[in-house]
């Protein structure tokens, strides 16, 4: 389990395609890899990956074809920066909310509108996810914790402050970049155990944020 609070930016120092729907990455990460050994889990941009080995800073991991088709680490090259975040310490703070590391889909950078102490920043949220974002609710874009200011019907966007954007790849991330998005696991929890009647509420929610995005917008 994570936190969604990155611990440092990384580098891919290579990205190779194994030939069997898979690839391996390798990643430097001088922090994550100080006490990182064999089978530890790291998070790279949100996903939860699995230690190979590590030698001098640099830490490998597979990645397999499910988690590139539903995520975007598919996308990264040598030299593309990483968030990363070793598996929390049981006792440890939990500074941002519960993420799990498991990708729920991939969202896209709309547009960034900046501020005199910070910038607000909209997502395209795909279909599937958009029953789960609720304004001041937790979501994980490429592994940063982050509450929602505002959602719409296939949008929401959020406030991140000067740290947030110098310290993770959401300070480079510009109109049109895909991010990974992991929304909140007890949302699902939630929807699971009500079944069949989540999705008569979610029918019924699902029109009152319409009806109130159609009001904003007249």
């Known amino acids: 389990m994570f936190t969604g609070i990155v611990e440092e930016l990384g580098e891919v120092v290579a990205a190779t395609d194994t030939g069997r729907d898979s690839a391996l990455l390798a990643i430097r990460g001088a922090v994550v890899t100080a006490d990182a050994g064999h089978g530890d889990s790291i998070a790279v941009n949100g996903v939860c990956l ?6 001098a800073g640099v830490f490998t991991a597979d990645v397999m074809g499910e ?7 598919g996308a990264l090259r040598p030299g593309s920066r990483v968030n990363l975040e070793r598996a929390m310490a049981l006792g ?3 500074g941002g ?9 991939v969202g896209e950078v709309l547009r960034r509108e900046p501020a005199e102490k910070w910038e607000t920043v909209t997502f395209r949220l795909p279909d599937a996810l958009a029953r789960y ?3 001041k609710g937790s979501i994980t874009v490429d592994g940063v914790s982050l509450t929602v200011a505002a959602v719409g019907a ?17 300070g480079l991330r510009q109109p049109g970049d895909p991010v990974n998005l992991e929304v909140d696991v007890l949302a699902k929890y939630v929807e699971r155990l009500l079944g069949p009647r989540a999705d008569d509420t979610a029918a019924a929610l699902a029109a009152a944020r319409a009806a109130l995005v159609k009001d904003n917008e007249a």
């Open 154 to 170: 296939d949008w929401f966007s959020v406030g991140l402050i000067p740290t947030t954007q110098e310290l993770t790849t959401l």
């Open 133 to 135: 974002v609720v304004e």
């Open 92 to 94: 440890g703070r939990l």
């Open 67 to 73: 988690t590139l088709r539903r995520s975007a680490l």
């Open 50 to 55: 699995t230690v190979v080995e590590v030698d």
């Open 97 to 105: 909310h519960i993420v799990q590391g498991h990708v729920d889909g």
